[in-house]
Structure formats: structure tokens, C-alpha cells
T-cell receptor, first 112, second 114 residues
Framework: DVKVTQSSRYLVKRTGEKVFLECVQD?????MFWYRQDPGLGLRLIYF???????EKGDIPEGYSVSREKKERFSLILESASTNQTSMYLC???????????FGSGTRLTVV | DQQVKQNSPSLSVQEGRISILNCDYT??????FLWYKKYPAEGPTFLIS?????DKNEDGRFTVFLNKSAKHLSLHIVPSQPGDSAVYFC?????????????FGKGTMLLVSP
């Protein structure tokens, strides 16, 4: 089974901090994604990557950046955390275009 | 602009009965649809999918129906079991910068009572 691992289950950070959320997949998947899940809003796409060093903006990229230096690792960066970035963050990967996603367990980030 | 809509935030069903979860979409460019199930504190897991060239797909207790003219799909779970209690997300696939990405609905929380 493909495993998508998010490094932290829970994080508490202060406003203005730079925050790194890490995601690693172990099955040589080409595509990786970052979503956030908020009550009443569902899952919204932040950024995605189709190859190493490649990134594309999703629907809500403001306040975020990403890094994909190695195929198995996709990092989400909050340059200056704000309270409205308190959310559940979900990383996903897939082998090919049109495949379903495999999700990680999520990181619940609280910004105080 | 919400392109994938799940208008029922929650649904309660008795064990053994049918659960029907509904999803509407507005973007006619969507051509592949998926359902995911999510338990608390876990990531969503893939349940079942359907291509726009089909109108029905079955997998065990789960059946997805697609009505393209109405831009509507539904997930039927028969018979429902308490372990099916979870949040169900409808997702639709479209091209984005030459690749496909998934757009999700807000989710429907299903509660199956014994």
C-alpha cells in the first residue's frame, strides 16, 4: 500500500512564524498535492506539483509556498503564519494523471 | 463559486437501510467523479469513482450513479452499517494547467445508527 506520511499530527505556532509542513510518499508517485480542510468549506487545493522542482498554484495559494526538491517529498511553507491559516492540512499523492489520490493523515495546525 | 455542491451537511440512517448521498456540480468540464470517505483525525480514503461516459458503477455495497444532463451524482450504500458513519466527500476532476486536479464538495456527515 502507498503510504503518505505527514510529519506532524498537531502543531501550534505563533502569528508571524515561518511554518514548514512536510509530506513524504513512499511509492514513487509523480503528483503531489496540498489541501486544507475547514468546517463548512470542504477541501480546497492550495498547491500541487507534477514533477520535481515543479509547482502550480491551486485555488487558494495566497500566504503559502511549496518546495519539491525530491520526488518523494513535498513541503508546504507558511511564510508568516496568521490566525486564518488555522486549519487541517492534508497532503496527497497519485501515480498518474486521472488516478485517485492517496491522502496522508493530516496535520492540524493552530496559529495563536 | 462552488463548483461541487453537497447540499446536505448531514444524514442519519438506520443500520440495514439504504443511505443516499447527493452531489451536484456546475462545471460541464468535469469528466471524472470520485467519492471519498473520511473518519475523524484521518485522511480521506478513496471509495468509488465514475467516468462521465458511464451512468453507474458498483463496488460491493457502494453504487455511484451519474446523471450528466442534470449534473448530478449520488452514492448509494446498501445495506448501511455503523462503520459507514463518516464524512463523505464528492470530488470532480478537471484539467488544471494541462493536468487534472480534484475539486471537492463540502462533505456530508453520515451517521448510521444500530
Amino acid at each position: 500500500d502507498v503510504k503518505v506520511t505527514q510529519s506532524s499530527r498537531y502543531l501550534v505556532k505563533r502569528t508571524g512564524e515561518k511554518v514548514f509542513l512536510e509530506c513524504v510518499q513512499d511509492m514513487d508517485h509523480e503528483n503531489m498535492f496540498w489541501y486544507r480542510q475547514d468546517p463548512g468549506l470542504g477541501l480546497r487545493l492550495i498547491y500541487f506539483s507534477y514533477d520535481v522542482k515543479m509547482k502550480e498554484k491551486g485555488d487558494i495559494p495566497e500566504g503559502y509556498s511549496v518546495s519539491r526538491e525530491k520526488k518523494e517529498r513535498f513541503s508546504l511553507i507558511l511564510e508568516s503564519a496568521s490566525t486564518n491559516q488555522t486549519s487541517m492540512y492534508l497532503c496527497a499523492s497519485r501515480l498518474w494523471d486521472r488516478d485517485g489520490y492517496t491522502f496522508g493523515s493530516g496535520t492540524r495546525l493552530t496559529v495563536v | 463559486d462552488q463548483q461541487v455542491k453537497q447540499n446536505s451537511p448531514s444524514l442519519s440512517v438506520q443500520e440495514g437501510r439504504i443511505s443516499i448521498l447527493n452531489c451536484d456540480y456546475t462545471n460541464s468540464m468535469f469528466d471524472y467523479f470520485l467519492w471519498y470517505k473520511k473518519y475523524p483525525a484521518e485522511g480521506p480514503t478513496f471509495l468509488i469513482s465514475i467516468s462521465s461516459i458511464k451512468d453507474k458503477n458498483e463496488d460491493g455495497r457502494f453504487t455511484v450513479f451519474l446523471n450528466k444532463s442534470a449534473k448530478h451524482l449520488s452514492l448509494h450504500i446498501v445495506p448501511s452499517q455503523p462503520g459507514d458513519s463518516a464524512v463523505y466527500f464528492c470530488a470532480a476532476s478537471r484539467s488544471n494547467s494541462g493536468y487534472s486536479t480534484l475539486t471537492f464538495g463540502k462533505g456530508t456527515m453520515l451517521l448510521v445508527s444500530p
